[in-house]
């Protein structure tokens, strides 16, 4: 199992320093953002995620062209996974048949954009409470990939929609041939427990779980000192370098 950081853990950081930084603590694997590419020898760009963030238009033929452009991106910097969360078309209370219409229509279309440049696409289950109305939990991503039957449709799992210990491990298990990717994050977002990731991991590779996974962090505050631990935590308990 490979572990990722993500680059919402340097959101705030100059690129160059950013890069500097991650050469310097020996970081393999990388969940980036599409400000935050490049192309390294010594380091692998995994995953994109955060990709339609700052698109404000909730017209599916700008969702689409957005998408090629960052599907296209993708390719060029090597990334053949990328993860689609949060965006605007998602986020349609009114006319629920139609926008859900809609949002199946536009998942077909980027997975199959997606497919031309060798692409998976792994769903993220976003809530109501971030004012999403179209798959908003594991359950419904896996009742749609089932009966959609795209070969480059995948399950993003992410631990930070689980309040309970025993809530995670039971989905984890029931849905586990459908994930691609695992997100272990708070349900705080911006909350950094050692804990919490070291009890998730144990268990994840425990459960024979050999595929990717990302800490998502968002370090808002620019703490360098923290993910300098995070770093530490994850080599002195996982031998992070040599994953």
């Known amino acids: 199992m490979k572990i990722l950081l993500s680059s919402l853990s340097f959101l705030n950081f100059r690129k160059e320093k950013i890069e500097k930084f991650l050469y310097k603590n020996k970081i393999k694997y990388l969940e980036t953002i599409p400000k935050f590419l490049f192309k390294s020898k010594k380091m692998n760009l995994l995953f994109l995620q955060s990709t339609f963030f700052n698109l404000k238009s909730n017209k599916i033929s700008h969702h689409i062209s957005h998408f090629i452009k960052i599907s296209n991106l993708s390719r060029k910097y090597g990334i053949n996974n990328i993860n689609i969360g949060s965006y605007p078309l998602r986020k349609l209370e009114n006319n629920k048949k139609k926008n859900t219409l809609n949002n199946i229509n536009f998942i ?136």
């Open 108 to 243: 077909r279309e980027i997975c199959q954009i997606a497919k031309n440049n060798n692409q998976i696409i792994s769903l993220e289950p976003i809530g109501k409470k971030y004012g999403n109305y179209f798959l908003n939990n594991h359950f419904d991503i896996i009742k749609f990939i089932k009966k959609e039957k795209i070969k480059n449709l995948k399950l993003l799992f992410d631990t930070g929609n689980f309040k309970k210990k025993s809530d995670y491990r039971k989905n984890f298990i029931k849905y586990k041939k459908f994930i691609h990717h695992i997100h272990i994050s708070n349900y705080n977002l911006e909350e950094l427990n050692f804990d919490f990731i070291k009890e998730r991991i144990i268990f994840f590779k425990k459960n024979k779980f050999r595929k990717t996974l990302t800490i998502e962090w968002l370090n808002k505050k620019n703490k360098f000192k923290e993910i300098k631990k995070l770093i530490s935590f994850l080599n002195n308990e996982f031998n992070f370098y040599s994953i």
